[in-house]
């Protein structure tokens, strides 16, 4: 072949790669597309999801979505920009005209976004609905609730049946019983967890599988082992302890009996700790509103996310979760809803949040 046929080739696959590319955009979900319209308004003509908290995807067909109650729909805004702070209606708030609906706070929807169950029996469990967690390990699939407004942790059946309560109703302390504003829970192997507590402790505690107290570390600071809003914790292979210290703009980092072994520090707010399958550390920013991805070192890897209350885009992370179709969820908690993505085409998958071990291949 000639250099003169080559170059033609050449120039002809470029004109059609540039044919085929779309043209405009401005990229705002990153490597997914929205998928407008998921789920149900489930709170009725009038009404609106409340701060939206937790989300965790069981599989596409089951995915748990926590919510604070519902609240009046208020018109889209003229701009990108919220006119109401969902998040400051629960019923911790002092002002009862702050207290949402209380109804819808567990629910599961399918693939379609259709409601198929609602744990409405449990309603007066909670105040202030935070996270849901599945240990990936745990064949039988019990669903851990933290509600950080009753200072409570709670694990239930897949179906609904409470099995465990740990911390006292509606009671702060900081002792082997209690919670000041429990955040997050984490599993190891064995059964064994830590919870992350929180935003009146400045702690992390471990429980064994069983629910019994090990041992605590942490007091307020901003040195090692030491927090300002303990907001979310993860664990890697190696049973290290991913802690989100909020405040202090950093993830610190553990051995699982609390000693400390180093910190990623200039994270401006991380609200949530995700470990994909593949080890690799998933970030939720509350502030910047993206979604970040570091390697084990603590080496930044890419990110995506934008502000605002058009489809894509976020105001507070405050969880998310991937099914095993790499679907993505976020609990956007300012705006109050659960947005639901589907990958692009022929994206890049080291782009994609990676799925749990429990479902990765």
Request: hydrophobic share 35%; net charge negative; aromatic share 12%.
């Amino acid at each position: 072949m000639t250099i003169l046929r080559m170059a033609v080739l050449l120039l002809c696959a470029i004109s059609m790669n540039a044919m085929a590319q779309r043209k405009g955009g401005d990229d705002i979900s990153g490597p997914y597309n929205v998928v407008e319209g998921w789920a149900d308004n489930v709170c009725g003509p009038g009404w609106q999801s409340g701060s939206t908290s937790g989300v965790w995807a069981e599989s596409a067909d089951r995915v748990y979505v926590f919510q604070r109650g519902c609240l009046p729909e208020i018109p889209p805004p003229d701009s990108i920009v919220p006119e109401r702070n969902a998040s400051g209606y629960s019923l911790s708030a002092s002002d009862p005209a702050r207290h949402p609906r209380w109804e819808y706070n567990l629910m599961i929807f399918n693939r379609d976004g259709e409601l198929i169950e609602s744990w409405e029996q449990h309603n007066d469990l909670f105040v202030r609905p935070h996270r849901v967690v599945m240990d990936p390990r745990d064949a039988e699939r019990h669903v851990w609730l933290i509600d950080d407004g009753a200072h409570m942790v709670y694990k239930f059946t897949n179906d609904g049946e409470l099995l465990m309560s740990l911390g006292e109703f509606r009671v702060s302390a900081s002792d082997e019983s209690h919670f000041g504003r429990p955040t997050d829970i984490a599993f190891l192997p064995n059964g064994d967890f830590f919870i992350s507590d929180g935003y009146t402790n400045t702690r992390v505690v471990k429980f064994n599988k069983d629910g019994e107290y090990l041992l605590a570390w942490g007091e307020p600071g901003t040195g090692p082992s030491q927090f300002d809003t303990v907001h979310g914790v993860a664990v890697d292979n190696d049973n290290r302890v991913y802690v989100a210290d909020r405040a202090n703009s950093r993830i610190q980092i553990f051995d699982e009996n609390g000693q400390y072994l180093d910190e990623w520090n200039d994270i401006t707010f991380p609200y949530y700790l995700y470990m994909s399958g593949d080890q690799n550390l998933w970030v939720a920013d509350g502030e910047t509103n993206k979604i970040l991805k570091y390697n084990l070192l603590g080496q930044l890897q890419n990110s995506w996310g934008t502000f605002g209350t058009m489809p894509g885009g976020m105001w507070g992370p405050h969880q998310f979760s991937v099914d095993n179709e790499d679907n993505f969820y976020v609990a956007d908690v300012h705006v109050g809803r659960l947005q639901k993505f589907a990958p692009k085409d022929g994206v890049d998958p080291a782009r994609l949040v990676g799925q749990r071990a429990d479902m990765s291949h």
